[in-house]
Every structure is written in C-alpha cells, then in structure tokens.
C-alpha cells in the first residue's frame, strides 16, 4: 500500500493476535515499527519491542518519548491494546468493570494524547484505534466490553475532527469475530454449534491478517480521505 515504507508507527497489544498480525503486515510494507505490549513482545522485523502499560500514564509518555527519538518521529499509531469480560451485568464486579475500561478506553486515551504532540510536528499521522462489533452492536453479558468499545469509537470520532485539518487522521478498525489463538482454543473445546460464527454472513471467523489488512489500509495514503470512520471488518455481522 502507498505510504508505509519507512513510516514510524507504534503498535499496541502487539502480543495478541492480531497486534502481531498488525506488526507482522506493517514490516512487510516497509514500516518501522515498535511493537508495545504489557511484556515485551518477540517479534520479527521490528525496530524495537517495549513493556508498557497503557493504563498508566508514566509508563505510556515515557514509552512514546523514547519511541519518538528512536525512529525520528511517530507518524502512525495503532491502539490495539484491550481486554474482554463477559457475564451477566448484575453479578459483574466493579473491579472488572473498571479494568476492562481502563485497558481499552483509557489506554487509548494515554497512547492518542503522547502520539499526537509527534505528528503536530510534522503536519501529518494516522491513528487507528481498535473497537469491535460490539460498539454498535448489542449482545447479552457483554456490558463493560461494550461500553468499553462504544467509548472508544466515540473518542476516535471526536479525536478526528479536533486534528483532521492538522494533518492528522482518526479511524476505528471494527473487528468481527476474529479467529486469534484464544478463539483457536475455544473453538477446539466447543462440543456444540458456535452461534457467534453464525451469525457471521460470511460464514466464518476473519484470520488474523485479514484485521491487518485494514489496520494497514487506515494507516496508507490510499484512506487519504477517510477520516473518523468505524470501519467494520466483521464478515457482515453488524448488518445481519
């Protein structure tokens, strides 16, 4: 895709499965990429890989400042950091209620607010934040990943239009199910029909490069006028 070779971007929850799918298809373009995870993940290509955690604001500014002098710039981000909870809402706890926002919402927060000082610089950055069918779809015993993925989407929105005529761009990469190793797994022990799958109109789960594919198309010159969108990559879920 136009626009990646040699472009410094930071990727989050590059451990997960699709954070490295994300890696993994940005160094194939030619980008400089520092791959972000709560533990340091190893990963192929990458120009430096970093433990951070994102909740924690010392933590993210002193990640993002070492990351700007090490590639001479931040022009791209993908906040792909996030963790899910599910169960019924009046036995959920607090505490897990508050941690799943916390990953997602403020960990996006902290990495948009100490990536974007570096792409004010330069007059130029794309951003990718990552929600999920949830922030638009309802499901049951779903609510803090839901409200967690809803928020994001709208602090994605609101990020776009503050800086979209500064040269920067905002977008939400929408997932549907998504067939990573934690699903893998889930997969092989299900002993019943997968109705998640189901109501996939595309009749399966999307690989894990599939979701990078969009990420990197968010992140090229070719989304040149694509600003503060959810894009859904959900195998046509969110329309069934």
């Not at 160094?27 to 340091?40: M, R």
């Not at 931040?74 to 607090?94: C, F, N, R, Y």
């Not at 709208?154 to 549907?176: D, K």
């Given at each position: 895709m136009r626009g990646l070779q040699d472009r410094g971007i930071v990727v989050t929850g590059a451990a997960g499965g699709i954070?490295?799918?994300?890696?993994?298809?940005?160094?194939?373009?030619?980008?400089?990429?520092?791959?972000?995870?709560?533990?340091?993940?190893?990963?192929?290509?990458?120009?430096?890989?970093?433990?951070?955690?994102?909740?924690?604001?010392?933590?993210?500014?002193?990640?993002?400042?070492?990351?700007?002098?090490?590639?001479?710039?931040?022009?791209?981000?993908?906040?792909?950091?996030?963790?899910?909870?599910?169960?019924?809402?009046?036995?959920?706890?607090?505490?897990?209620?508050?941690?799943?926002?916390?990953?997602?919402?403020?960990?996006?927060?902290?990495?948009?607010?100490?990536?974007?000082?570096?792409?004010?610089?330069?007059?130029?950055?794309?951003?990718?934040?990552?929600?999920?069918?949830?922030?638009?779809?309802?499901a049951p015993e779903l609510t803090s990943y839901a409200s967690a993925k809803g928020a994001v989407l709208q602090l994605t929105r609101s990020v776009a239009v503050e800086y979209?005529?500064?040269?920067?761009?905002?977008?939400?990469?929408?997932?549907?199910?998504?067939?990573?190793?934690?699903?893998?797994a889930i997969d092989e022990r299900r002993t019943g029909p997968d109705h998640f799958r189901e109501r996939h109109p595309i009749g399966r789960y999307a690989e894990p490069a599939e979701i990078a594919s969009a990420a990197a198309f968010l992140l090229s010159d070719d989304s040149s006028f694509v600003v503060g969108a959810a894009l859904m990559v959900d195998g046509g879920y969110s329309c069934a």
């Amino acid at each position: 895709m136009r626009g990646l070779q040699d472009r410094g971007i930071v990727v989050t929850g590059a451990a997960g499965g699709i954070g490295a799918a994300v890696v993994e298809r940005l160094v194939t373009e030619g980008a400089k990429v520092v791959a972000v995870d709560l533990v340091a993940p190893e990963l192929d290509g990458v120009v430096a890989a970093r433990a951070v955690d994102v909740t924690d604001e010392d933590s993210v500014a002193a990640a993002f400042a070492e990351v700007g002098e090490l590639m001479g710039g931040i022009d791209g981000l993908v906040a792909a950091a996030g963790i899910q909870a599910s169960g019924p809402t009046h036995e959920l706890e607090l505490d897990t209620f508050r941690k799943v926002l916390d990953v997602s919402v403020i960990g996006t927060f902290l990495c948009v607010k100490h990536a974007v000082p570096a792409m004010l610089e330069r007059g130029d950055g794309r951003i990718v934040t990552f929600g999920s069918t949830a922030a638009v779809c309802a499901a049951p015993e779903l609510t803090s990943y839901a409200s967690a993925k809803g928020a994001v989407l709208q602090l994605t929105r609101s990020v776009a239009v503050e800086y979209a005529a500064r040269g920067i761009r905002a977008n939400c990469l929408c997932p549907g199910g998504t067939m990573t190793p934690m699903m893998r797994a889930i997969d092989e022990r299900r002993t019943g029909p997968d109705h998640f799958r189901e109501r996939h109109p595309i009749g399966r789960y999307a690989e894990p490069a599939e979701i990078a594919s969009a990420a990197a198309f968010l992140l090229s010159d070719d989304s040149s006028f694509v600003v503060g969108a959810a894009l859904m990559v959900d195998g046509g879920y969110s329309c069934a």
